[in-house]
């Protein structure tokens, strides 16, 4: 069976689905995946093949969000945040249009390509479903993933009915443009909503029913299968720099944000290396997007490495909470210290705090170095966190996310 993957948004957008391709793969499907440019070469490791979307608007999503520095939230950065995502959102039309393979014979779609792919899809007459690394239903489990969780209500459907509303007018303008390119009547976006749900369009969810369970009135064709582990090259070696600072003493704590450039460099460095040392403790700083770069006796720098290898020899991370880093913390069973910046980011926060394997949530509008080390104190003084995360881990360990995916797919068109 021929398969295409295609994902767009930050690299921790794209990642998890470097496992699921590769499982795909082992299962004798043809798969390609498809991403933005910058992520093709490392996506594209041993052997999975790759297609780079055409244009890459989320840079300048990842831009603006930065430039509004500590005030996102205020009216004018609602208002840039709001602009730049529909020009996001929009620009991925044309790309997606030409990147999909009229020969396919599946296209699995991620949450922010899924609007458009799955117009695409059906215009040539090829089954799609979704592939999602947050929960994008209502239900009054819990809110919509763009909030903070709160406990179990009625309100909580309706707010996810009111976030999706406001999704799919985000993509109002994307919706209009694919409809005419294809040539197709328009269809609002809150009407395609509407039958995917009647037709009980499958969705595959990739995170832990341990982390996250199913709710139980979610519609049917919606799953929650464990994980995608990304795909680690079995040739990739750490650096010796790093191997040598981890056999000189304690486990330190990884400290990184990923995509996220909640502040400038030199203040995110400053603020680690002094919470590190306030609470007596070493550091591993991942320079990320953000372009970290701290050295000392005590603490080093390194760029992107598998979490895979990473994280289980750390005491804690401190990182910004998105999906897939997340999860390589819970996989890897150290706690955290949660440090939101936007989207599903503070929403995944509240989960690890009510995981029980981080003490709480700090805002990157309230971080400061006397408030991180209070909370790296509290997260490695404490054994019930590392306790937690361990227990935690075990079940994790136990799913096969990607195995799940793979066997549905070959129960529904084998």
């Known amino acids: 069976m021929r398969i295409q993957i295609i994902t767009a948004g930050t690299y921790g957008s794209v990642a998890p689905y470097t496992g699921l391709g590769h499982r795909l793969l082992a299962e004798g499907h043809r798969v390609e995946l498809v991403t933005h440019a910058r992520y093709t070469e490392a996506a594209g490791c041993c052997g999975l093949p790759t297609r780079a979307l055409a244009t890459d608007p989320f840079e300048q999503l990842l831009a603006v969000y930065a430039g509004l520095g500590p005030s996102p939230g205020s009216l004018r950065g609602l208002y840039a945040m709001g602009h730049a995502s529909r020009s996001a959102v929009t620009g991925l039309v044309d790309a997606v249009i030409e990147a999909v393979d009229d ?17 695409v899809a059906e215009y040539h007459r090829i089954p799609s479903a979704g592939v999602y690394l947050q929960p994008e239903e ?28 406001g999704f799919d007018t985000l993509y109002g303008a994307a919706n209009r443009r694919v409809h005419a390119r294809l040539g197709l009547p328009r269809r609002s976006t809150a009407r395609l909503r509407r039958r995917r749900h009647g037709i009980q369009w499958p969705v595959w969810h990739g995170f832990s029913p341990a982390v996250v369970p199913r709710p139980p009135d979610w519609r049917p064709g919606l799953y929650v299968t464990g994980y995608w582990w990304p795909h680690v090259c079995p040739e990739w070696t750490p650096p010796a720099e790093l191997t040598d600072f981890l056999d000189a003493g304690p486990a330190p704590v990884c400290v990184g944000f990923g995509s996220m450039m909640p502040r400038p460099a030199e203040e995110l460095g400053d603020i680690a290396v002094r919470a590190l040392r306030r609470a007596g403790l ?28 990473l994280f289980p020899r750390m005491a ?48 990157h509008a309230r971080l400061s170095a006397e408030r991180l080390a209070a909370a790296l104190r509290r997260v490695t003084d404490d054994p019930g966190y590392r306790q937690r995360a361990t227990d935690l881990a075990e079940r994790i360990g136990r799913e096969d996310g990607s195995g799940q995916v793979a066997r549905a797919i070959a129960a529904r068109l084998g």
Do not use: Y
């Open 103 to 119: 020969k396919a014979d599946l296209i699995l779609l991620s949450t922010l390509a899924a609007p458009i792919g799955n117009v």
């Open 138 to 165: 209502p239900t009054t489990a819990f809110p919509p993933c763009v909030m903070h969780l709160r406990p179990e209500a009625r309100a909580n459907r309706v707010l996810g009915r009111a976030v999706n509303l």
């Open 282 to 309: 070493r550091g591993v700083v991942q320079s990320g997007r953000a372009g970290l770069s701290v050295a000392g006796d005590d603490i080093v720098t390194v760029g992107g490495m598998p979490h895979a290898w």
């Open 316 to 363: 804690a991370v401190v990182h910004h909470a998105g999906a897939g880093t997340t999860a390589a913390g819970l996989r890897a069973g150290v706690p955290a210290v949660p440090v939101p910046v936007m989207t599903d980011q503070p929403w995944w926060s509240s989960r690890l705090v009510r995981l029980g394997v981080s003490p709480g949530v700090l805002p």
